[in-house]
């Protein structure tokens, strides 16, 4: 790769911080529109917008990607289940009773679970580091799930939405782990329309249900800006932001800046929500960025000359570079 001039370096750098900083408002809002509709409402009207939005960027690929939904369905089935509405309503349901704080800090543990996910799926042995840093950010989500009291997991009366939230990362590691592998067949925007259409049918029928139930409730005008914020902003621009980073200063140094996520995530949630800010919350971050980061001292040789791209849920995912 060549080397950035100092101005483009500076460019990108900038990009991917304002980046973080969108994927950290990403949990902040969710939190507060969950105050005014359910999880299954919020991610089917977040996913009908982003799926809105895609639209007139793919529609030149509308005939590759009507063959893929027909030739490759149980694919695309897996990707939409992991890394799309399903991924996304099963963060919203924990989000509903745990901290905006909590769920920005639990990403950091993702780069650590994918690690550990690559190894069971490639029967990969991770290297000394590695381990080291799975085991260092284990100690750091066991302190936020247990809220800095060890006589919580004693009592074993850990919060389960927590647990839910950890799920979730975990998911989302999975699909990071199997986007890597994806056959190029689609450019990344329409795989991600081919995708997220295919995760929004699959909770069609819950948003079905509750509505027949609960009836429908027309969102206000300030949820539906929320609902239009978490699509354009945390997922579509952000794209296209950290593509920018990634082609000045590589896969690996963008990937840094994911442990930014946390911090942004931490502050807004403080200012908007009200939230507090625990000394557990700060033992719990450094101990699982400080293990990402070791564990990722070396980088996977395959993953090393990966892109990292981002689905509509906000956070990084890697796509093999079509080049090499």
């Known amino acids: 790769m060549t080397r950035a001039a100092p101005a483009s370096r500076s460019s990108a750098y900038g990009a991917l911080v304002l980046t973080a900083a969108l994927w950290g408002s990403s949990a902040v809002t ?15 009207l977040r996913w009908i917008v982003v799926l809105a939005a895609l639209a007139p960027f793919v529609w030149r690929e509308r005939a590759a990607i009507a063959h893929a939904l027909a030739s490759d369905t149980r694919t695309l089935a897996v990707f939409a289940l992991v890394g799309f509405a399903p991924q996304t309503l099963l963060v919203y349901v924990a989000l509903e ?6 769920l920005a800090l639990f990403n950091s543990a993702i780069p650590v679970l994918i690690v550990a996910i690559a190894a069971l799926l490639h029967h990969r042995r991770p290297r000394a580091l590695e381990v080291a840093g799975l085991a260092l950010s284990l100690s750091g989500v066991v302190a936020i799930v247990a809220r800095g009291r060890w006589s919580t ?10 647990l839910l939230v950890l799920v979730g990362m975990g998911v ?10 994806r056959a190029p067949a689609l450019s990344f925007p329409a795989f ?25 409730a027309l969102p206000s005008a300030s949820a539906l800006a929320g609902v239009a914020y978490l699509a354009l902003l945390p997922t579509l621009v952000a794209m296209l932001l950290f593509a920018h980073g990634i082609a000045r200063v590589g896969p690996v140094q963008a990937g840094l800046f994911t442990h930014l996520v946390p911090v942004f995530g931490a502050v807004l949630a403080t200012l908007l929500l009200g939230e507090r800010l625990q000394p557990f919350h700060a033992v719990g971050f450094a101990l699982v960025a400080g293990g990402a980061a070791l564990g990722c001292l070396k980088p996977e040789p395959a993953l090393a000359g990966a892109n990292i791209a981002v689905s509509a849920n906000g956070a990084p995912a890697l796509e093999r570079d079509r080049h090499r």
């Open 97 to 102: 009773g745990t901290t905006a704080i909590n």
């Open 172 to 181: 989302w590691a999975y699909y990071t782990v199997r986007l890597a592998d």
């Open 192 to 216: 991600m329309f081919a995708a997220g259409t295919l995760g929004l049918a699959m909770i069609a029928p819950m948003a079905a249900w509750e509505a027949l139930a609960r009836g429908i």
């Open 30 to 44: 969710a939190r507060g529109l969950l105050d005014t509709m359910s999880p299954v409402a919020l991610t089917a």
């Open 153 to 162: 997991l004693a009592s074993l009366s850990v919060n389960p939405h927590d």
